[in-house]
Nanobody
Framework: VQLQASGGGLVQAGDSLRLSCAAS????????MGWFRQAPGKERSSVAV????????SYADSVKGRFTISRANAKNTVYLQMNSLKPEDTAVYYC??????????????WGQGTQVTVSS
C-alpha cells in the first residue's frame, strides 16, 4: 500500500488543521491506519490510530480531546482533525499503515511527512 499525506502548514496556537492521508493499493481498507509525529530532537511517536475492522480509535494522552482520527473507506483516505493546536504540536506528521487481520503486524508502510508548525 502506498500512502500520500497532505494538509500541514503554519498556524497560530488555538487554530485547527486537518491532515489527510490517501492510501492506494490492493486491499487498502484491510489496514489499520495511524498518525505519528516527530519533533526536532525527539523520537517518532504515535498520535492516533484507527483499526481497520471496527474503526476503534486510540490517542496519545497529549492530544486526547483535541485531535480526531477518522477514515473514509470509499475514498481510501484517513484524516486527522487537529483542533486547539499548541506550539508543542509542532512536528513532522506521518501517516502509516499496518495490515489489520491477525496479529503481530508492524507499521511497515509510511507516507512522506507533512510539516505542522504552530506559533505561539
Amino acid at each position: 500500500v502506498q500512502l500520500q499525506a497532505s494538509g500541514g502548514g503554519l498556524v497560530q496556537a488555538g487554530d485547527s488543521l486537518r491532515l489527510s492521508c490517501a492510501a492506494s493499493g490492493r486491499s487498502a481498507r484491510r489496514y489499520d491506519m495511524g498518525w505519528f509525529r516527530q519533533a526536532p530532537g525527539k523520537e517518532r511517536s504515535s498520535v492516533a490510530v484507527i483499526l481497520w475492522s471496527i474503526n476503534r480509535t486510540s490517542y496519545a494522552d497529549s492530544v486526547k480531546g483535541r485531535f480526531t482520527i477518522s477514515r473514509a473507506n470509499a475514498k481510501n483516505t484517513v484524516y486527522l482533525q487537529m483542533n486547539s493546536l499548541k506550539p508543542e504540536d509542532t512536528a513532522v506528521y506521518y501517516c502509516a499503515a499496518r495490515y489489520g487481520p491477525g496479529s503481530g503486524h508492524q507499521w511497515n508502510y509510511w507516507g512522506q511527512g507533512t510539516q505542522v508548525t504552530v506559533s505561539s
